[in-house]
C-alpha cells in the first residue's frame, strides 16, 4: 500500500507560478511512475505530466514549456513546479503513482489550483 500527500496548491494570479509537491510513503516499488493529473470541473481528469524512476519525463501538450515535473527518489517525493499560468489551468491536481509493468496504482487526495485575478 502507498499513500500520496500533496501540497503546494493555492490560488495565483495568471502570470503566476506554483510548485506542487507530492510524498509517497509506504512500500513502494523501486520501479515506478509518478506523476500529475488534473480535473476542472465538469470536465474529465486528464494527465499533465509523469516522471519514471529513471528520470524520463512525460508532458501533455499543454504542459510543455510552462510546466517542470521532478523527483527526489530518496525522499520518494514528486514535484510540479508550473509558471506563466493561465486561469484554464484552474482545477484539482491529483497525484499518481504506477508500478510499472502492473495495474496497481494510488491516487492522492488532491490539491486545489486556482488561477484567477
Known amino acids: 500500500q502507498v499513500q500520496l500527500v500533496e501540497s503546494g496548491g493555492g490560488l495565483v494570479q495568471p502570470g503566476g507560478s506554483l510548485r506542487l509537491s507530492c510524498a509517497a510513503s509506504?512500500?513502494?516499488?523501486?520501479?515506478?511512475?509518478m506523476g500529475w493529473y488534473r480535473q476542472a470541473p465538469g470536465k474529465q481528469r486528464e494527465p499533465v505530466a509523469n516522471i519514471i524512476s529513471d528520470g524520463v519525463t512525460t508532458y501533455a501538450d499543454n504542459a510543455k514549456g510552462r510546466f517542470t515535473i521532478s523527483r527526489d527518489n530518496a525522499k520518494n517525493t514528486v514535484f510540479l513546479q508550473m509558471n506563466s499560468l493561465k486561469p484554464e489551468d484552474t482545477a484539482v491536481y491529483y497525484c499518481?503513482?504506477?508500478?510499472?509493468?502492473?495495474?496497481?496504482?494510488?491516487w492522492g487526495q488532491g490539491t486545489q489550483v486556482t488561477v484567477s485575478s
Open positions: 509506504g512500500i513502494i516499488s523501486s520501479i515506478n511512475v
Open positions: 499518481n503513482f504506477k508500478v510499472l509493468f502492473s495495474r496497481i496504482e494510488y
